[in-house]
């Protein structure tokens, strides 16, 4: 029931969100001021106090008062908005910020209690509050747009003197269930395009997924840079990610890895996003649907992807789609423990680890396999720790610049000698996605002063 409210909820935002976008498309620039009256409302003032009513109202909806203390509810009628871009901008802006709030709230955190000026509410009295609220601001904008445009406004229901054949086409096919934004949000997702990435340009996916994750559990770099060589190492093929535009721009994606994994050509999601505005239209399944065809003709037999054990929602989603959650994967970060040992430690080339088949398990996530080091060259380091008698005790892989491990293995039980080999390179070190089968590092991962961050699930899907 509640999961059920949530999507009608969304569809229905989602719903009076278009009827303004529709509008806004048929109007020009200066129409956004225009005014029956001197005191009456422009489009301009109605999306300003609509845009900050929203971040008010959405920003920590969980948590804090619906009418924050920083904000000017009585400026918010004052007509400074300069032009329709800036105009479209505070509509997304706050749009933006009610659906991310919206993809927060679970089963875990339904039955929160919000406040709006120190007043109660259950979570659907707020929302219910906001929707009516809404459609009230939008049916407005709406109405003015019909003033501005006169005859020449094209509908956006059903248009005069089409009721009757409205009706009969509707009661021709057999009584279903469904939500009645369904055939409007459809038919405004027929513009929707969904191809491949390789012609789009790495700033406009990084612009997209920025946005798309605004908000989300870790904050992700914006630097363009960073990305290309973050999809370097997790081996990204443009042909092989694929994304959904709207009349040209990018509103959601998924961004493959294609190598081998565990014996099967693999394509691995190193990353999914859907803007808010685009989410509850099942984006990523489309995506999937058209995808899936093109991998299986390249080889491809498996997807592979990671996702936030907290990020309940998504999981269902991929669930829908055919993925199934195969192991978990566990982050920690932190400064290690000081040490009186000075273990003697190598510098090698990554390849002679490679000679003598490291590693001797198959446990590393898909961006700390040998794969994907042989890509990242000279981004990490490979050294060996060694007893007096220069025996072998293990060997890790790190970056030196930011100290994350990609690797970690012990040849004995001396955890201690090799948390002190690592210290010599990096004090503030973190590792993530590591195997919750591998217990004894965990432990002493924890022992010798790293924190457990966050968790993630690997999901898996044979195509």
Not at 88 to 104: P, R, V
Request: charge should be negative.
């Amino acid at each position: 029931m509640k999961e059920n409210y949530l999507t009608s909820i969304k569809k229905q935002f989602q719903y009076y969100k278009l009827l303004g976008d529709q509008t806004f498309s048929q109007i020009e620039a200066a129409d956004i001021f225009w005014k029956y009256h001197p005191e009456a409302n422009s489009i301009a003032i109605i999306v300003k106090h609509l845009w900050g009513n929203m971040k008010s109202r959405w920003t920590d909806f969980l948590t804090t008062d619906g009418e924050k203390e920083w904000r000017q509810r009585d400026q918010e009628f004052v007509e400074d908005i300069k032009n329709k871009e800036e105009l479209l901008a505070k509509w997304e802006d706050g749009w933006q910020c009610l659906f991310t709030a919206i993809d927060a709230i679970d089963e875990d955190n339904f039955d929160t209690i919000v406040y709006i000026r120190n007043m109660g509410h259950s979570i659907v009295e707020a929302i219910n509050r906001q929707l009516a609220h809404y459609a009230y601001h939008v049916g407005q904008i709406v109405f003015i747009g019909t003033l501005i445009k006169g005859d020449a406004w094209k509908s956006l229901s059903i248009p005069k003197g089409q009721s009757s054949s409205y009706n009969q086409e509707k009661f021709k096919q057999p009584k279903r269930q469904a939500h009645f934004t369904d055939e409007f949000l459809n038919k405004a997702s027929s513009s929707i395009e969904i191809k491949n990435l390789k012609e789009t340009p790495l700033k406009d996916i990084v612009e997209c997924l920025l946005e798309a994750f605004d908000g989300y559990f870790v904050q992700m770099p914006s630097d363009v840079a960073y990305w290309r060589k973050r999809y370097q190492g997790a081996r990204v093929d443009f042909e092989y990610c694929y994304g959904a535009f709207d009349k040209g721009k990018l509103v959601a994606f998924i961004i493959n890895g294609v190598d081998r994994l565990n014996g099967h050509l693999t394509a691995f999601n190193t990353g999914t996003g859907v803007l808010p505005a685009y989410r509850g239209r099942q984006l990523v399944d489309k995506i999937y649907a058209y995808a899936i065809p093109l991998l299986k003709e390249k080889g491809i037999t498996k997807c592979v992807l990671e996702v936030i054990q907290d990020n309940a929602r998504a999981i269902r989603v991929y669930q829908r789609i055919g993925f199934a959650i195969q192991r978990n994967l566990n982050c920690y970060k932190g400064t290690l423990s000081e040490s009186e040992q000075v273990p003697k430690i190598k510098k090698i080339d990554f390849s002679e680890l490679q000679e003598l088949g490291y590693p001797k398990h198959n446990f590393y996530s898909w961006d700390h396999t040998n794969d994907a080091l042989v890509q990242l060259g000279k981004e990490y380091e490979t050294y060996t720790v060694v007893d007096p008698a220069n025996q072998l005790l293990g060997y890790f892989i790190i970056n030196p610049t930011n100290g994350r491990l990609a690797q970690v293995e012990v040849e004995t039980e001396d955890f201690a000698t090799i948390t002190a080999a690592i210290s010599q390179v990096a004090k503030e070190v973190r590792i993530v996605n590591v195997d919750d089968r591998r217990v004894d590092l965990i432990e002493n991962l924890l022992t010798y002063g790293l924190q457990n961050t966050i968790n993630q699930y690997e999901m898996e899907m044979d195509i």
